[in-house]
């Protein structure tokens, strides 16, 4: 190793030296971590100063939130991967200072932006941008019935599930809804740049980190945001996490208020879980209220005042039932009543149809002897 340069805070910055490099890539590369490019020492011909000095800070930047991170548990010393890059389909290469992975830790990968506030603003939205952009991209070998149907429509990718998408073939899942998530690390700056930034974030950068509103059909009773095509997006500075730590509350989720520990912004409470939870109430209270309402709408019988039957109901509602359930003012007894009538009296007029006729009564008045006499017709 050799020192780099020296910071005001007197820091100092190391490098690895060509033959430095050349260990580390035979002890690193086997095991799947990259080595960035070796460092070589560039003088000013003129001055003899050191040159690149603003490399040298933001990579002290970059090492030093690395350090904190670590400090706190979050991520193995070789769980840190710095400048990895994400292609998008233009071919631009968005590269990441750091990529953490610390799945013992609660986060599966976190993408790290280190910030000294020379970039713009707007060039971090553009960043985040590119992130986003690339969290949507198929694999190469992706099948043709989705390859055929994200053209299809602008928002068709957002029916293509996440398990399908490039980046699950990068990092693994996150355990949470949404895309890679992004952290903002901004170091060297005031606190009034770092609000005028973060204020930039929030409101250029709306599309690419907000949740949406679930499609539901209750929308009042479901008050959950869908998180599922958003970047979550944090941010902190790097002299909070040198003060009080980086497992403490000292991260902001774009979008809330207050600042909370890395896992607890990373996390969605108000995402799925309680969509799910909400949707499910909303069910049970809407098939309530169904019932109350039929309930109250059940027809009363207007001869006895009972209310009718389901049965009944059904039979004097449906298609052409009227013609058969009787009159629709009387419940189900009073009709039988009235059937039972119906047929007692056409079964008597049966049978006094069936019945011999009765002989008539006829006066004798030959003989004289008045009336009660019979004679029966011949």
């Not at 991967?81 to 599966?108: C, K, M, N, Y």
């Not at 499910?280 to 039957?309: H, I, L, M, S, Y």
Request: aromatic content about 6%; charged content about 35%.
């Amino acid at each position: 190793m050799r020192i780099e340069s020296v910071q005001e805070d007197q820091r100092q910055v190391w490098a690895l030296t060509r033959r430095g490099h050349g260990e580390a890539k035979q002890l690193l590369e086997p095991e799947g971590i990259r080595v960035s490019v070796l460092r070589e020492e560039k003088f000013d011909p003129v001055t003899g100063q050191p040159l690149g000095t603003g490399y040298d800070d933001h990579a002290a930047a970059v090492t030093s939130t690395a350090a904190e991170l670590h400090r706190a548990g979050t991520g193995h010393r070789l769980g840190f991967q710095t400048e990895i890059g994400h292609r998008l389909g233009s071919g631009f290469v968005q590269r990441a200072d750091v990529v953490v992975r610390a799945q013992e830790a609660g986060v599966p990968v976190l993408l790290l932006e280190i910030d000294r506030r020379t970039e713009d603003a707007h060039d971090l939205v553009a960043k985040l941008y590119r992130y986003w952009e690339w969290g949507r991209l198929l694999p190469r070998d992706a099948d043709r019935h989705t390859v055929d149907l994200v053209p299809s429509r602008p928002d068709a990718i957002e029916r293509v599930d996440q398990e399908k998408r490039l980046w699950r073939r990068v990092y693994p899942p996150t355990g949470r809804e949404g895309l890679v998530p992004v952290a903002f690390v901004f170091a060297d700056t005031t606190e009034a740049e770092v609000a005028n930034t973060v204020a930039v974030l929030e409101e250029a950068g709306h599309r690419y980190w907000a949740p949406r509103r679930y499609d539901t059909l209750c929308p009042k009773a479901v008050t959950a945001r869908d998180y599922r095509q958003a970047v979550p997006v944090v941010v902190t500075t790097l002299e909070q996490l040198t003060e009080h730590g980086a497992d403490a509350a000292v991260r902001r989720r774009l979008g809330r208020d207050g600042e909370q520990t890395l896992t607890d912004a990373l996390d969605n409470p108000d995402g799925h879980a309680l969509y799910r939870d909400q949707e499910a109430r909303a069910d049970t209270e809407d098939k309530r209220r169904r019932v109350a309402q039929r309930e109250a709408e059940r027809p009363v019988c207007r001869r006895c005042g009972r209310k009718f039957t389901g049965e009944r109901w059904e039979e004097t509602t449906a298609r052409g039932g009227a013609w058969t359930a009787g009159g629709r003012s009387v419940c189900g007894l009073c009709h039988a009543d009235d059937v039972a009538r119906k047929e007692a009296a056409a079964e008597a007029a049966r049978l006094q149809a069936a019945a011999p006729p009765e002989p008539e009564r006829e006066e004798n008045h030959e003989s004289g002897r008045g009336r009660g006499w019979f004679r029966r017709r011949p």
